[in-house]
């Protein structure tokens, strides 16, 4: 039984990774000043933010068109009996949807959605677990128990400079974005039931950097070993000091290095920092 993985671009993996771990990937698309890009395709992460930087008008996304998807499922249907295609929250984004629309359009492989609840890097490990586990055998109910296991300990944390991005985009409510402007606080954000919503309004940059260390440390201490990834939007260097500080105080945690890339960023704008964690489970049948 050989089973495909597949994803989309807001996993945000790099091209080498991708090619690693035989991941295929389905790019968004993002319309940026009149023109329109594939995400990770034609449009990479330094140049977004680079075209953005100044404009009057943010930028658009939207979901692959089904026929993307359908063409890339009966692709593989020449060499693999199964699909899994894992992609970002099904709350923010029709992708998922789209996907599993398109499987119901290809005949000869069964077609298996895992709705992530998240997005990000986040994304990618669940894609790299289901690869690693295909590598081994794996069909794809055995690879989405894996991924439902390690659903049960994800957390995700989002740390924004300026909150109208995700209110104009329509990721979180005008009323949240409202009291974050006007009392100057930097709210921790989060993934709750497939939306992004407010988990603790802090006042200070600092202070909501040290209350996510503590909620990761309260997941230390109880599970021992972490899987975790910590993301930046075009603020690099911020994210390599913070990340350094994070492998010197815990060292039981893999860190996995990444970014927001143009569809993220144009919700969540530049300067903003997340982490996410999951117990660390070895990918094994």
């Known amino acids: 039984m050989a089973t495909a993985i597949v994803t989309d671009s807001t996993a945000y993996m790099p091209k080498a990774e991708l090619e690693q771990y035989n991941i295929h990937m389905i790019p968004l698309t993002v319309v940026l000043n009149g023109e329109t890009y594939e995400e990770e395709v034609t449009l990479q ?29 009966e692709k593989l249907a020449q060499d693999y009996d ?41 994304q990618s490990m669940y894609a790299i677990h289901a690869s690693k586990l ?23 944390f989002i740390l924004v400079d300026d909150l109208s991005h995700l209110q104009r985009g329509g990721r979180l409510s005008a009323a949240s974005a409202l009291i974050g402007s006007l009392l100057q606080v930097k709210p921790i954000l989060s993934f709750q039931n497939k939306v992004i919503v407010p988990y603790e309004k802090i006042r200070t940059k600092k202070k909501a950097l040290k209350r996510i260390e503590e909620l990761l440390a309260e997941d230390v201490e109880k599970y021992g070993e972490l899987e975790a990834t910590v993301i930046h ?41 997340a982490m996410g964690w999951f117990k660390k489970i070895e990918p094994k049948i």
Request: glycine residues 10%; hydrophobic residues 35%.
């Open 233 to 273: 939007s075009n603020c690099e260097a911020e994210r390599d000091e913070w990340l350094a500080h994070l492998r010197e105080k815990f060292p039981t945690v893999q860190f996995n290095p990444s970014y927001f890339g143009a569809v993220v960023g144009t919700h969540l704008g530049e300067g903003a920092l």
């Open 134 to 156: 295909a590598a081994q055998g794996a069909n794809a109910k055995q690879i989405l128990a894996h991924l439902n296991e390690m659903k049960e300990t994800e957390k995700d």
């Open 45 to 73: 992460a330094e140049d977004f933010y680079e075209k953005i930087r100044g404009g009057k008008k943010l930028p658009t996304s939207s979901q692959p068109p089904i026929g993307k998807f359908v063409e890339l499922f």
């Open 82 to 122: 199964e699909i899994v295609t894992i992609h970002l929250s099904s709350g923010i984004s029709g992708t998922y949807q789209g996907a599993l629309s398109a499987g119901e359009m290809v005949e000869g492989i069964d077609v298996y959605g895992f709705d992530t609840e998240v997005a990000c890097y986040m």
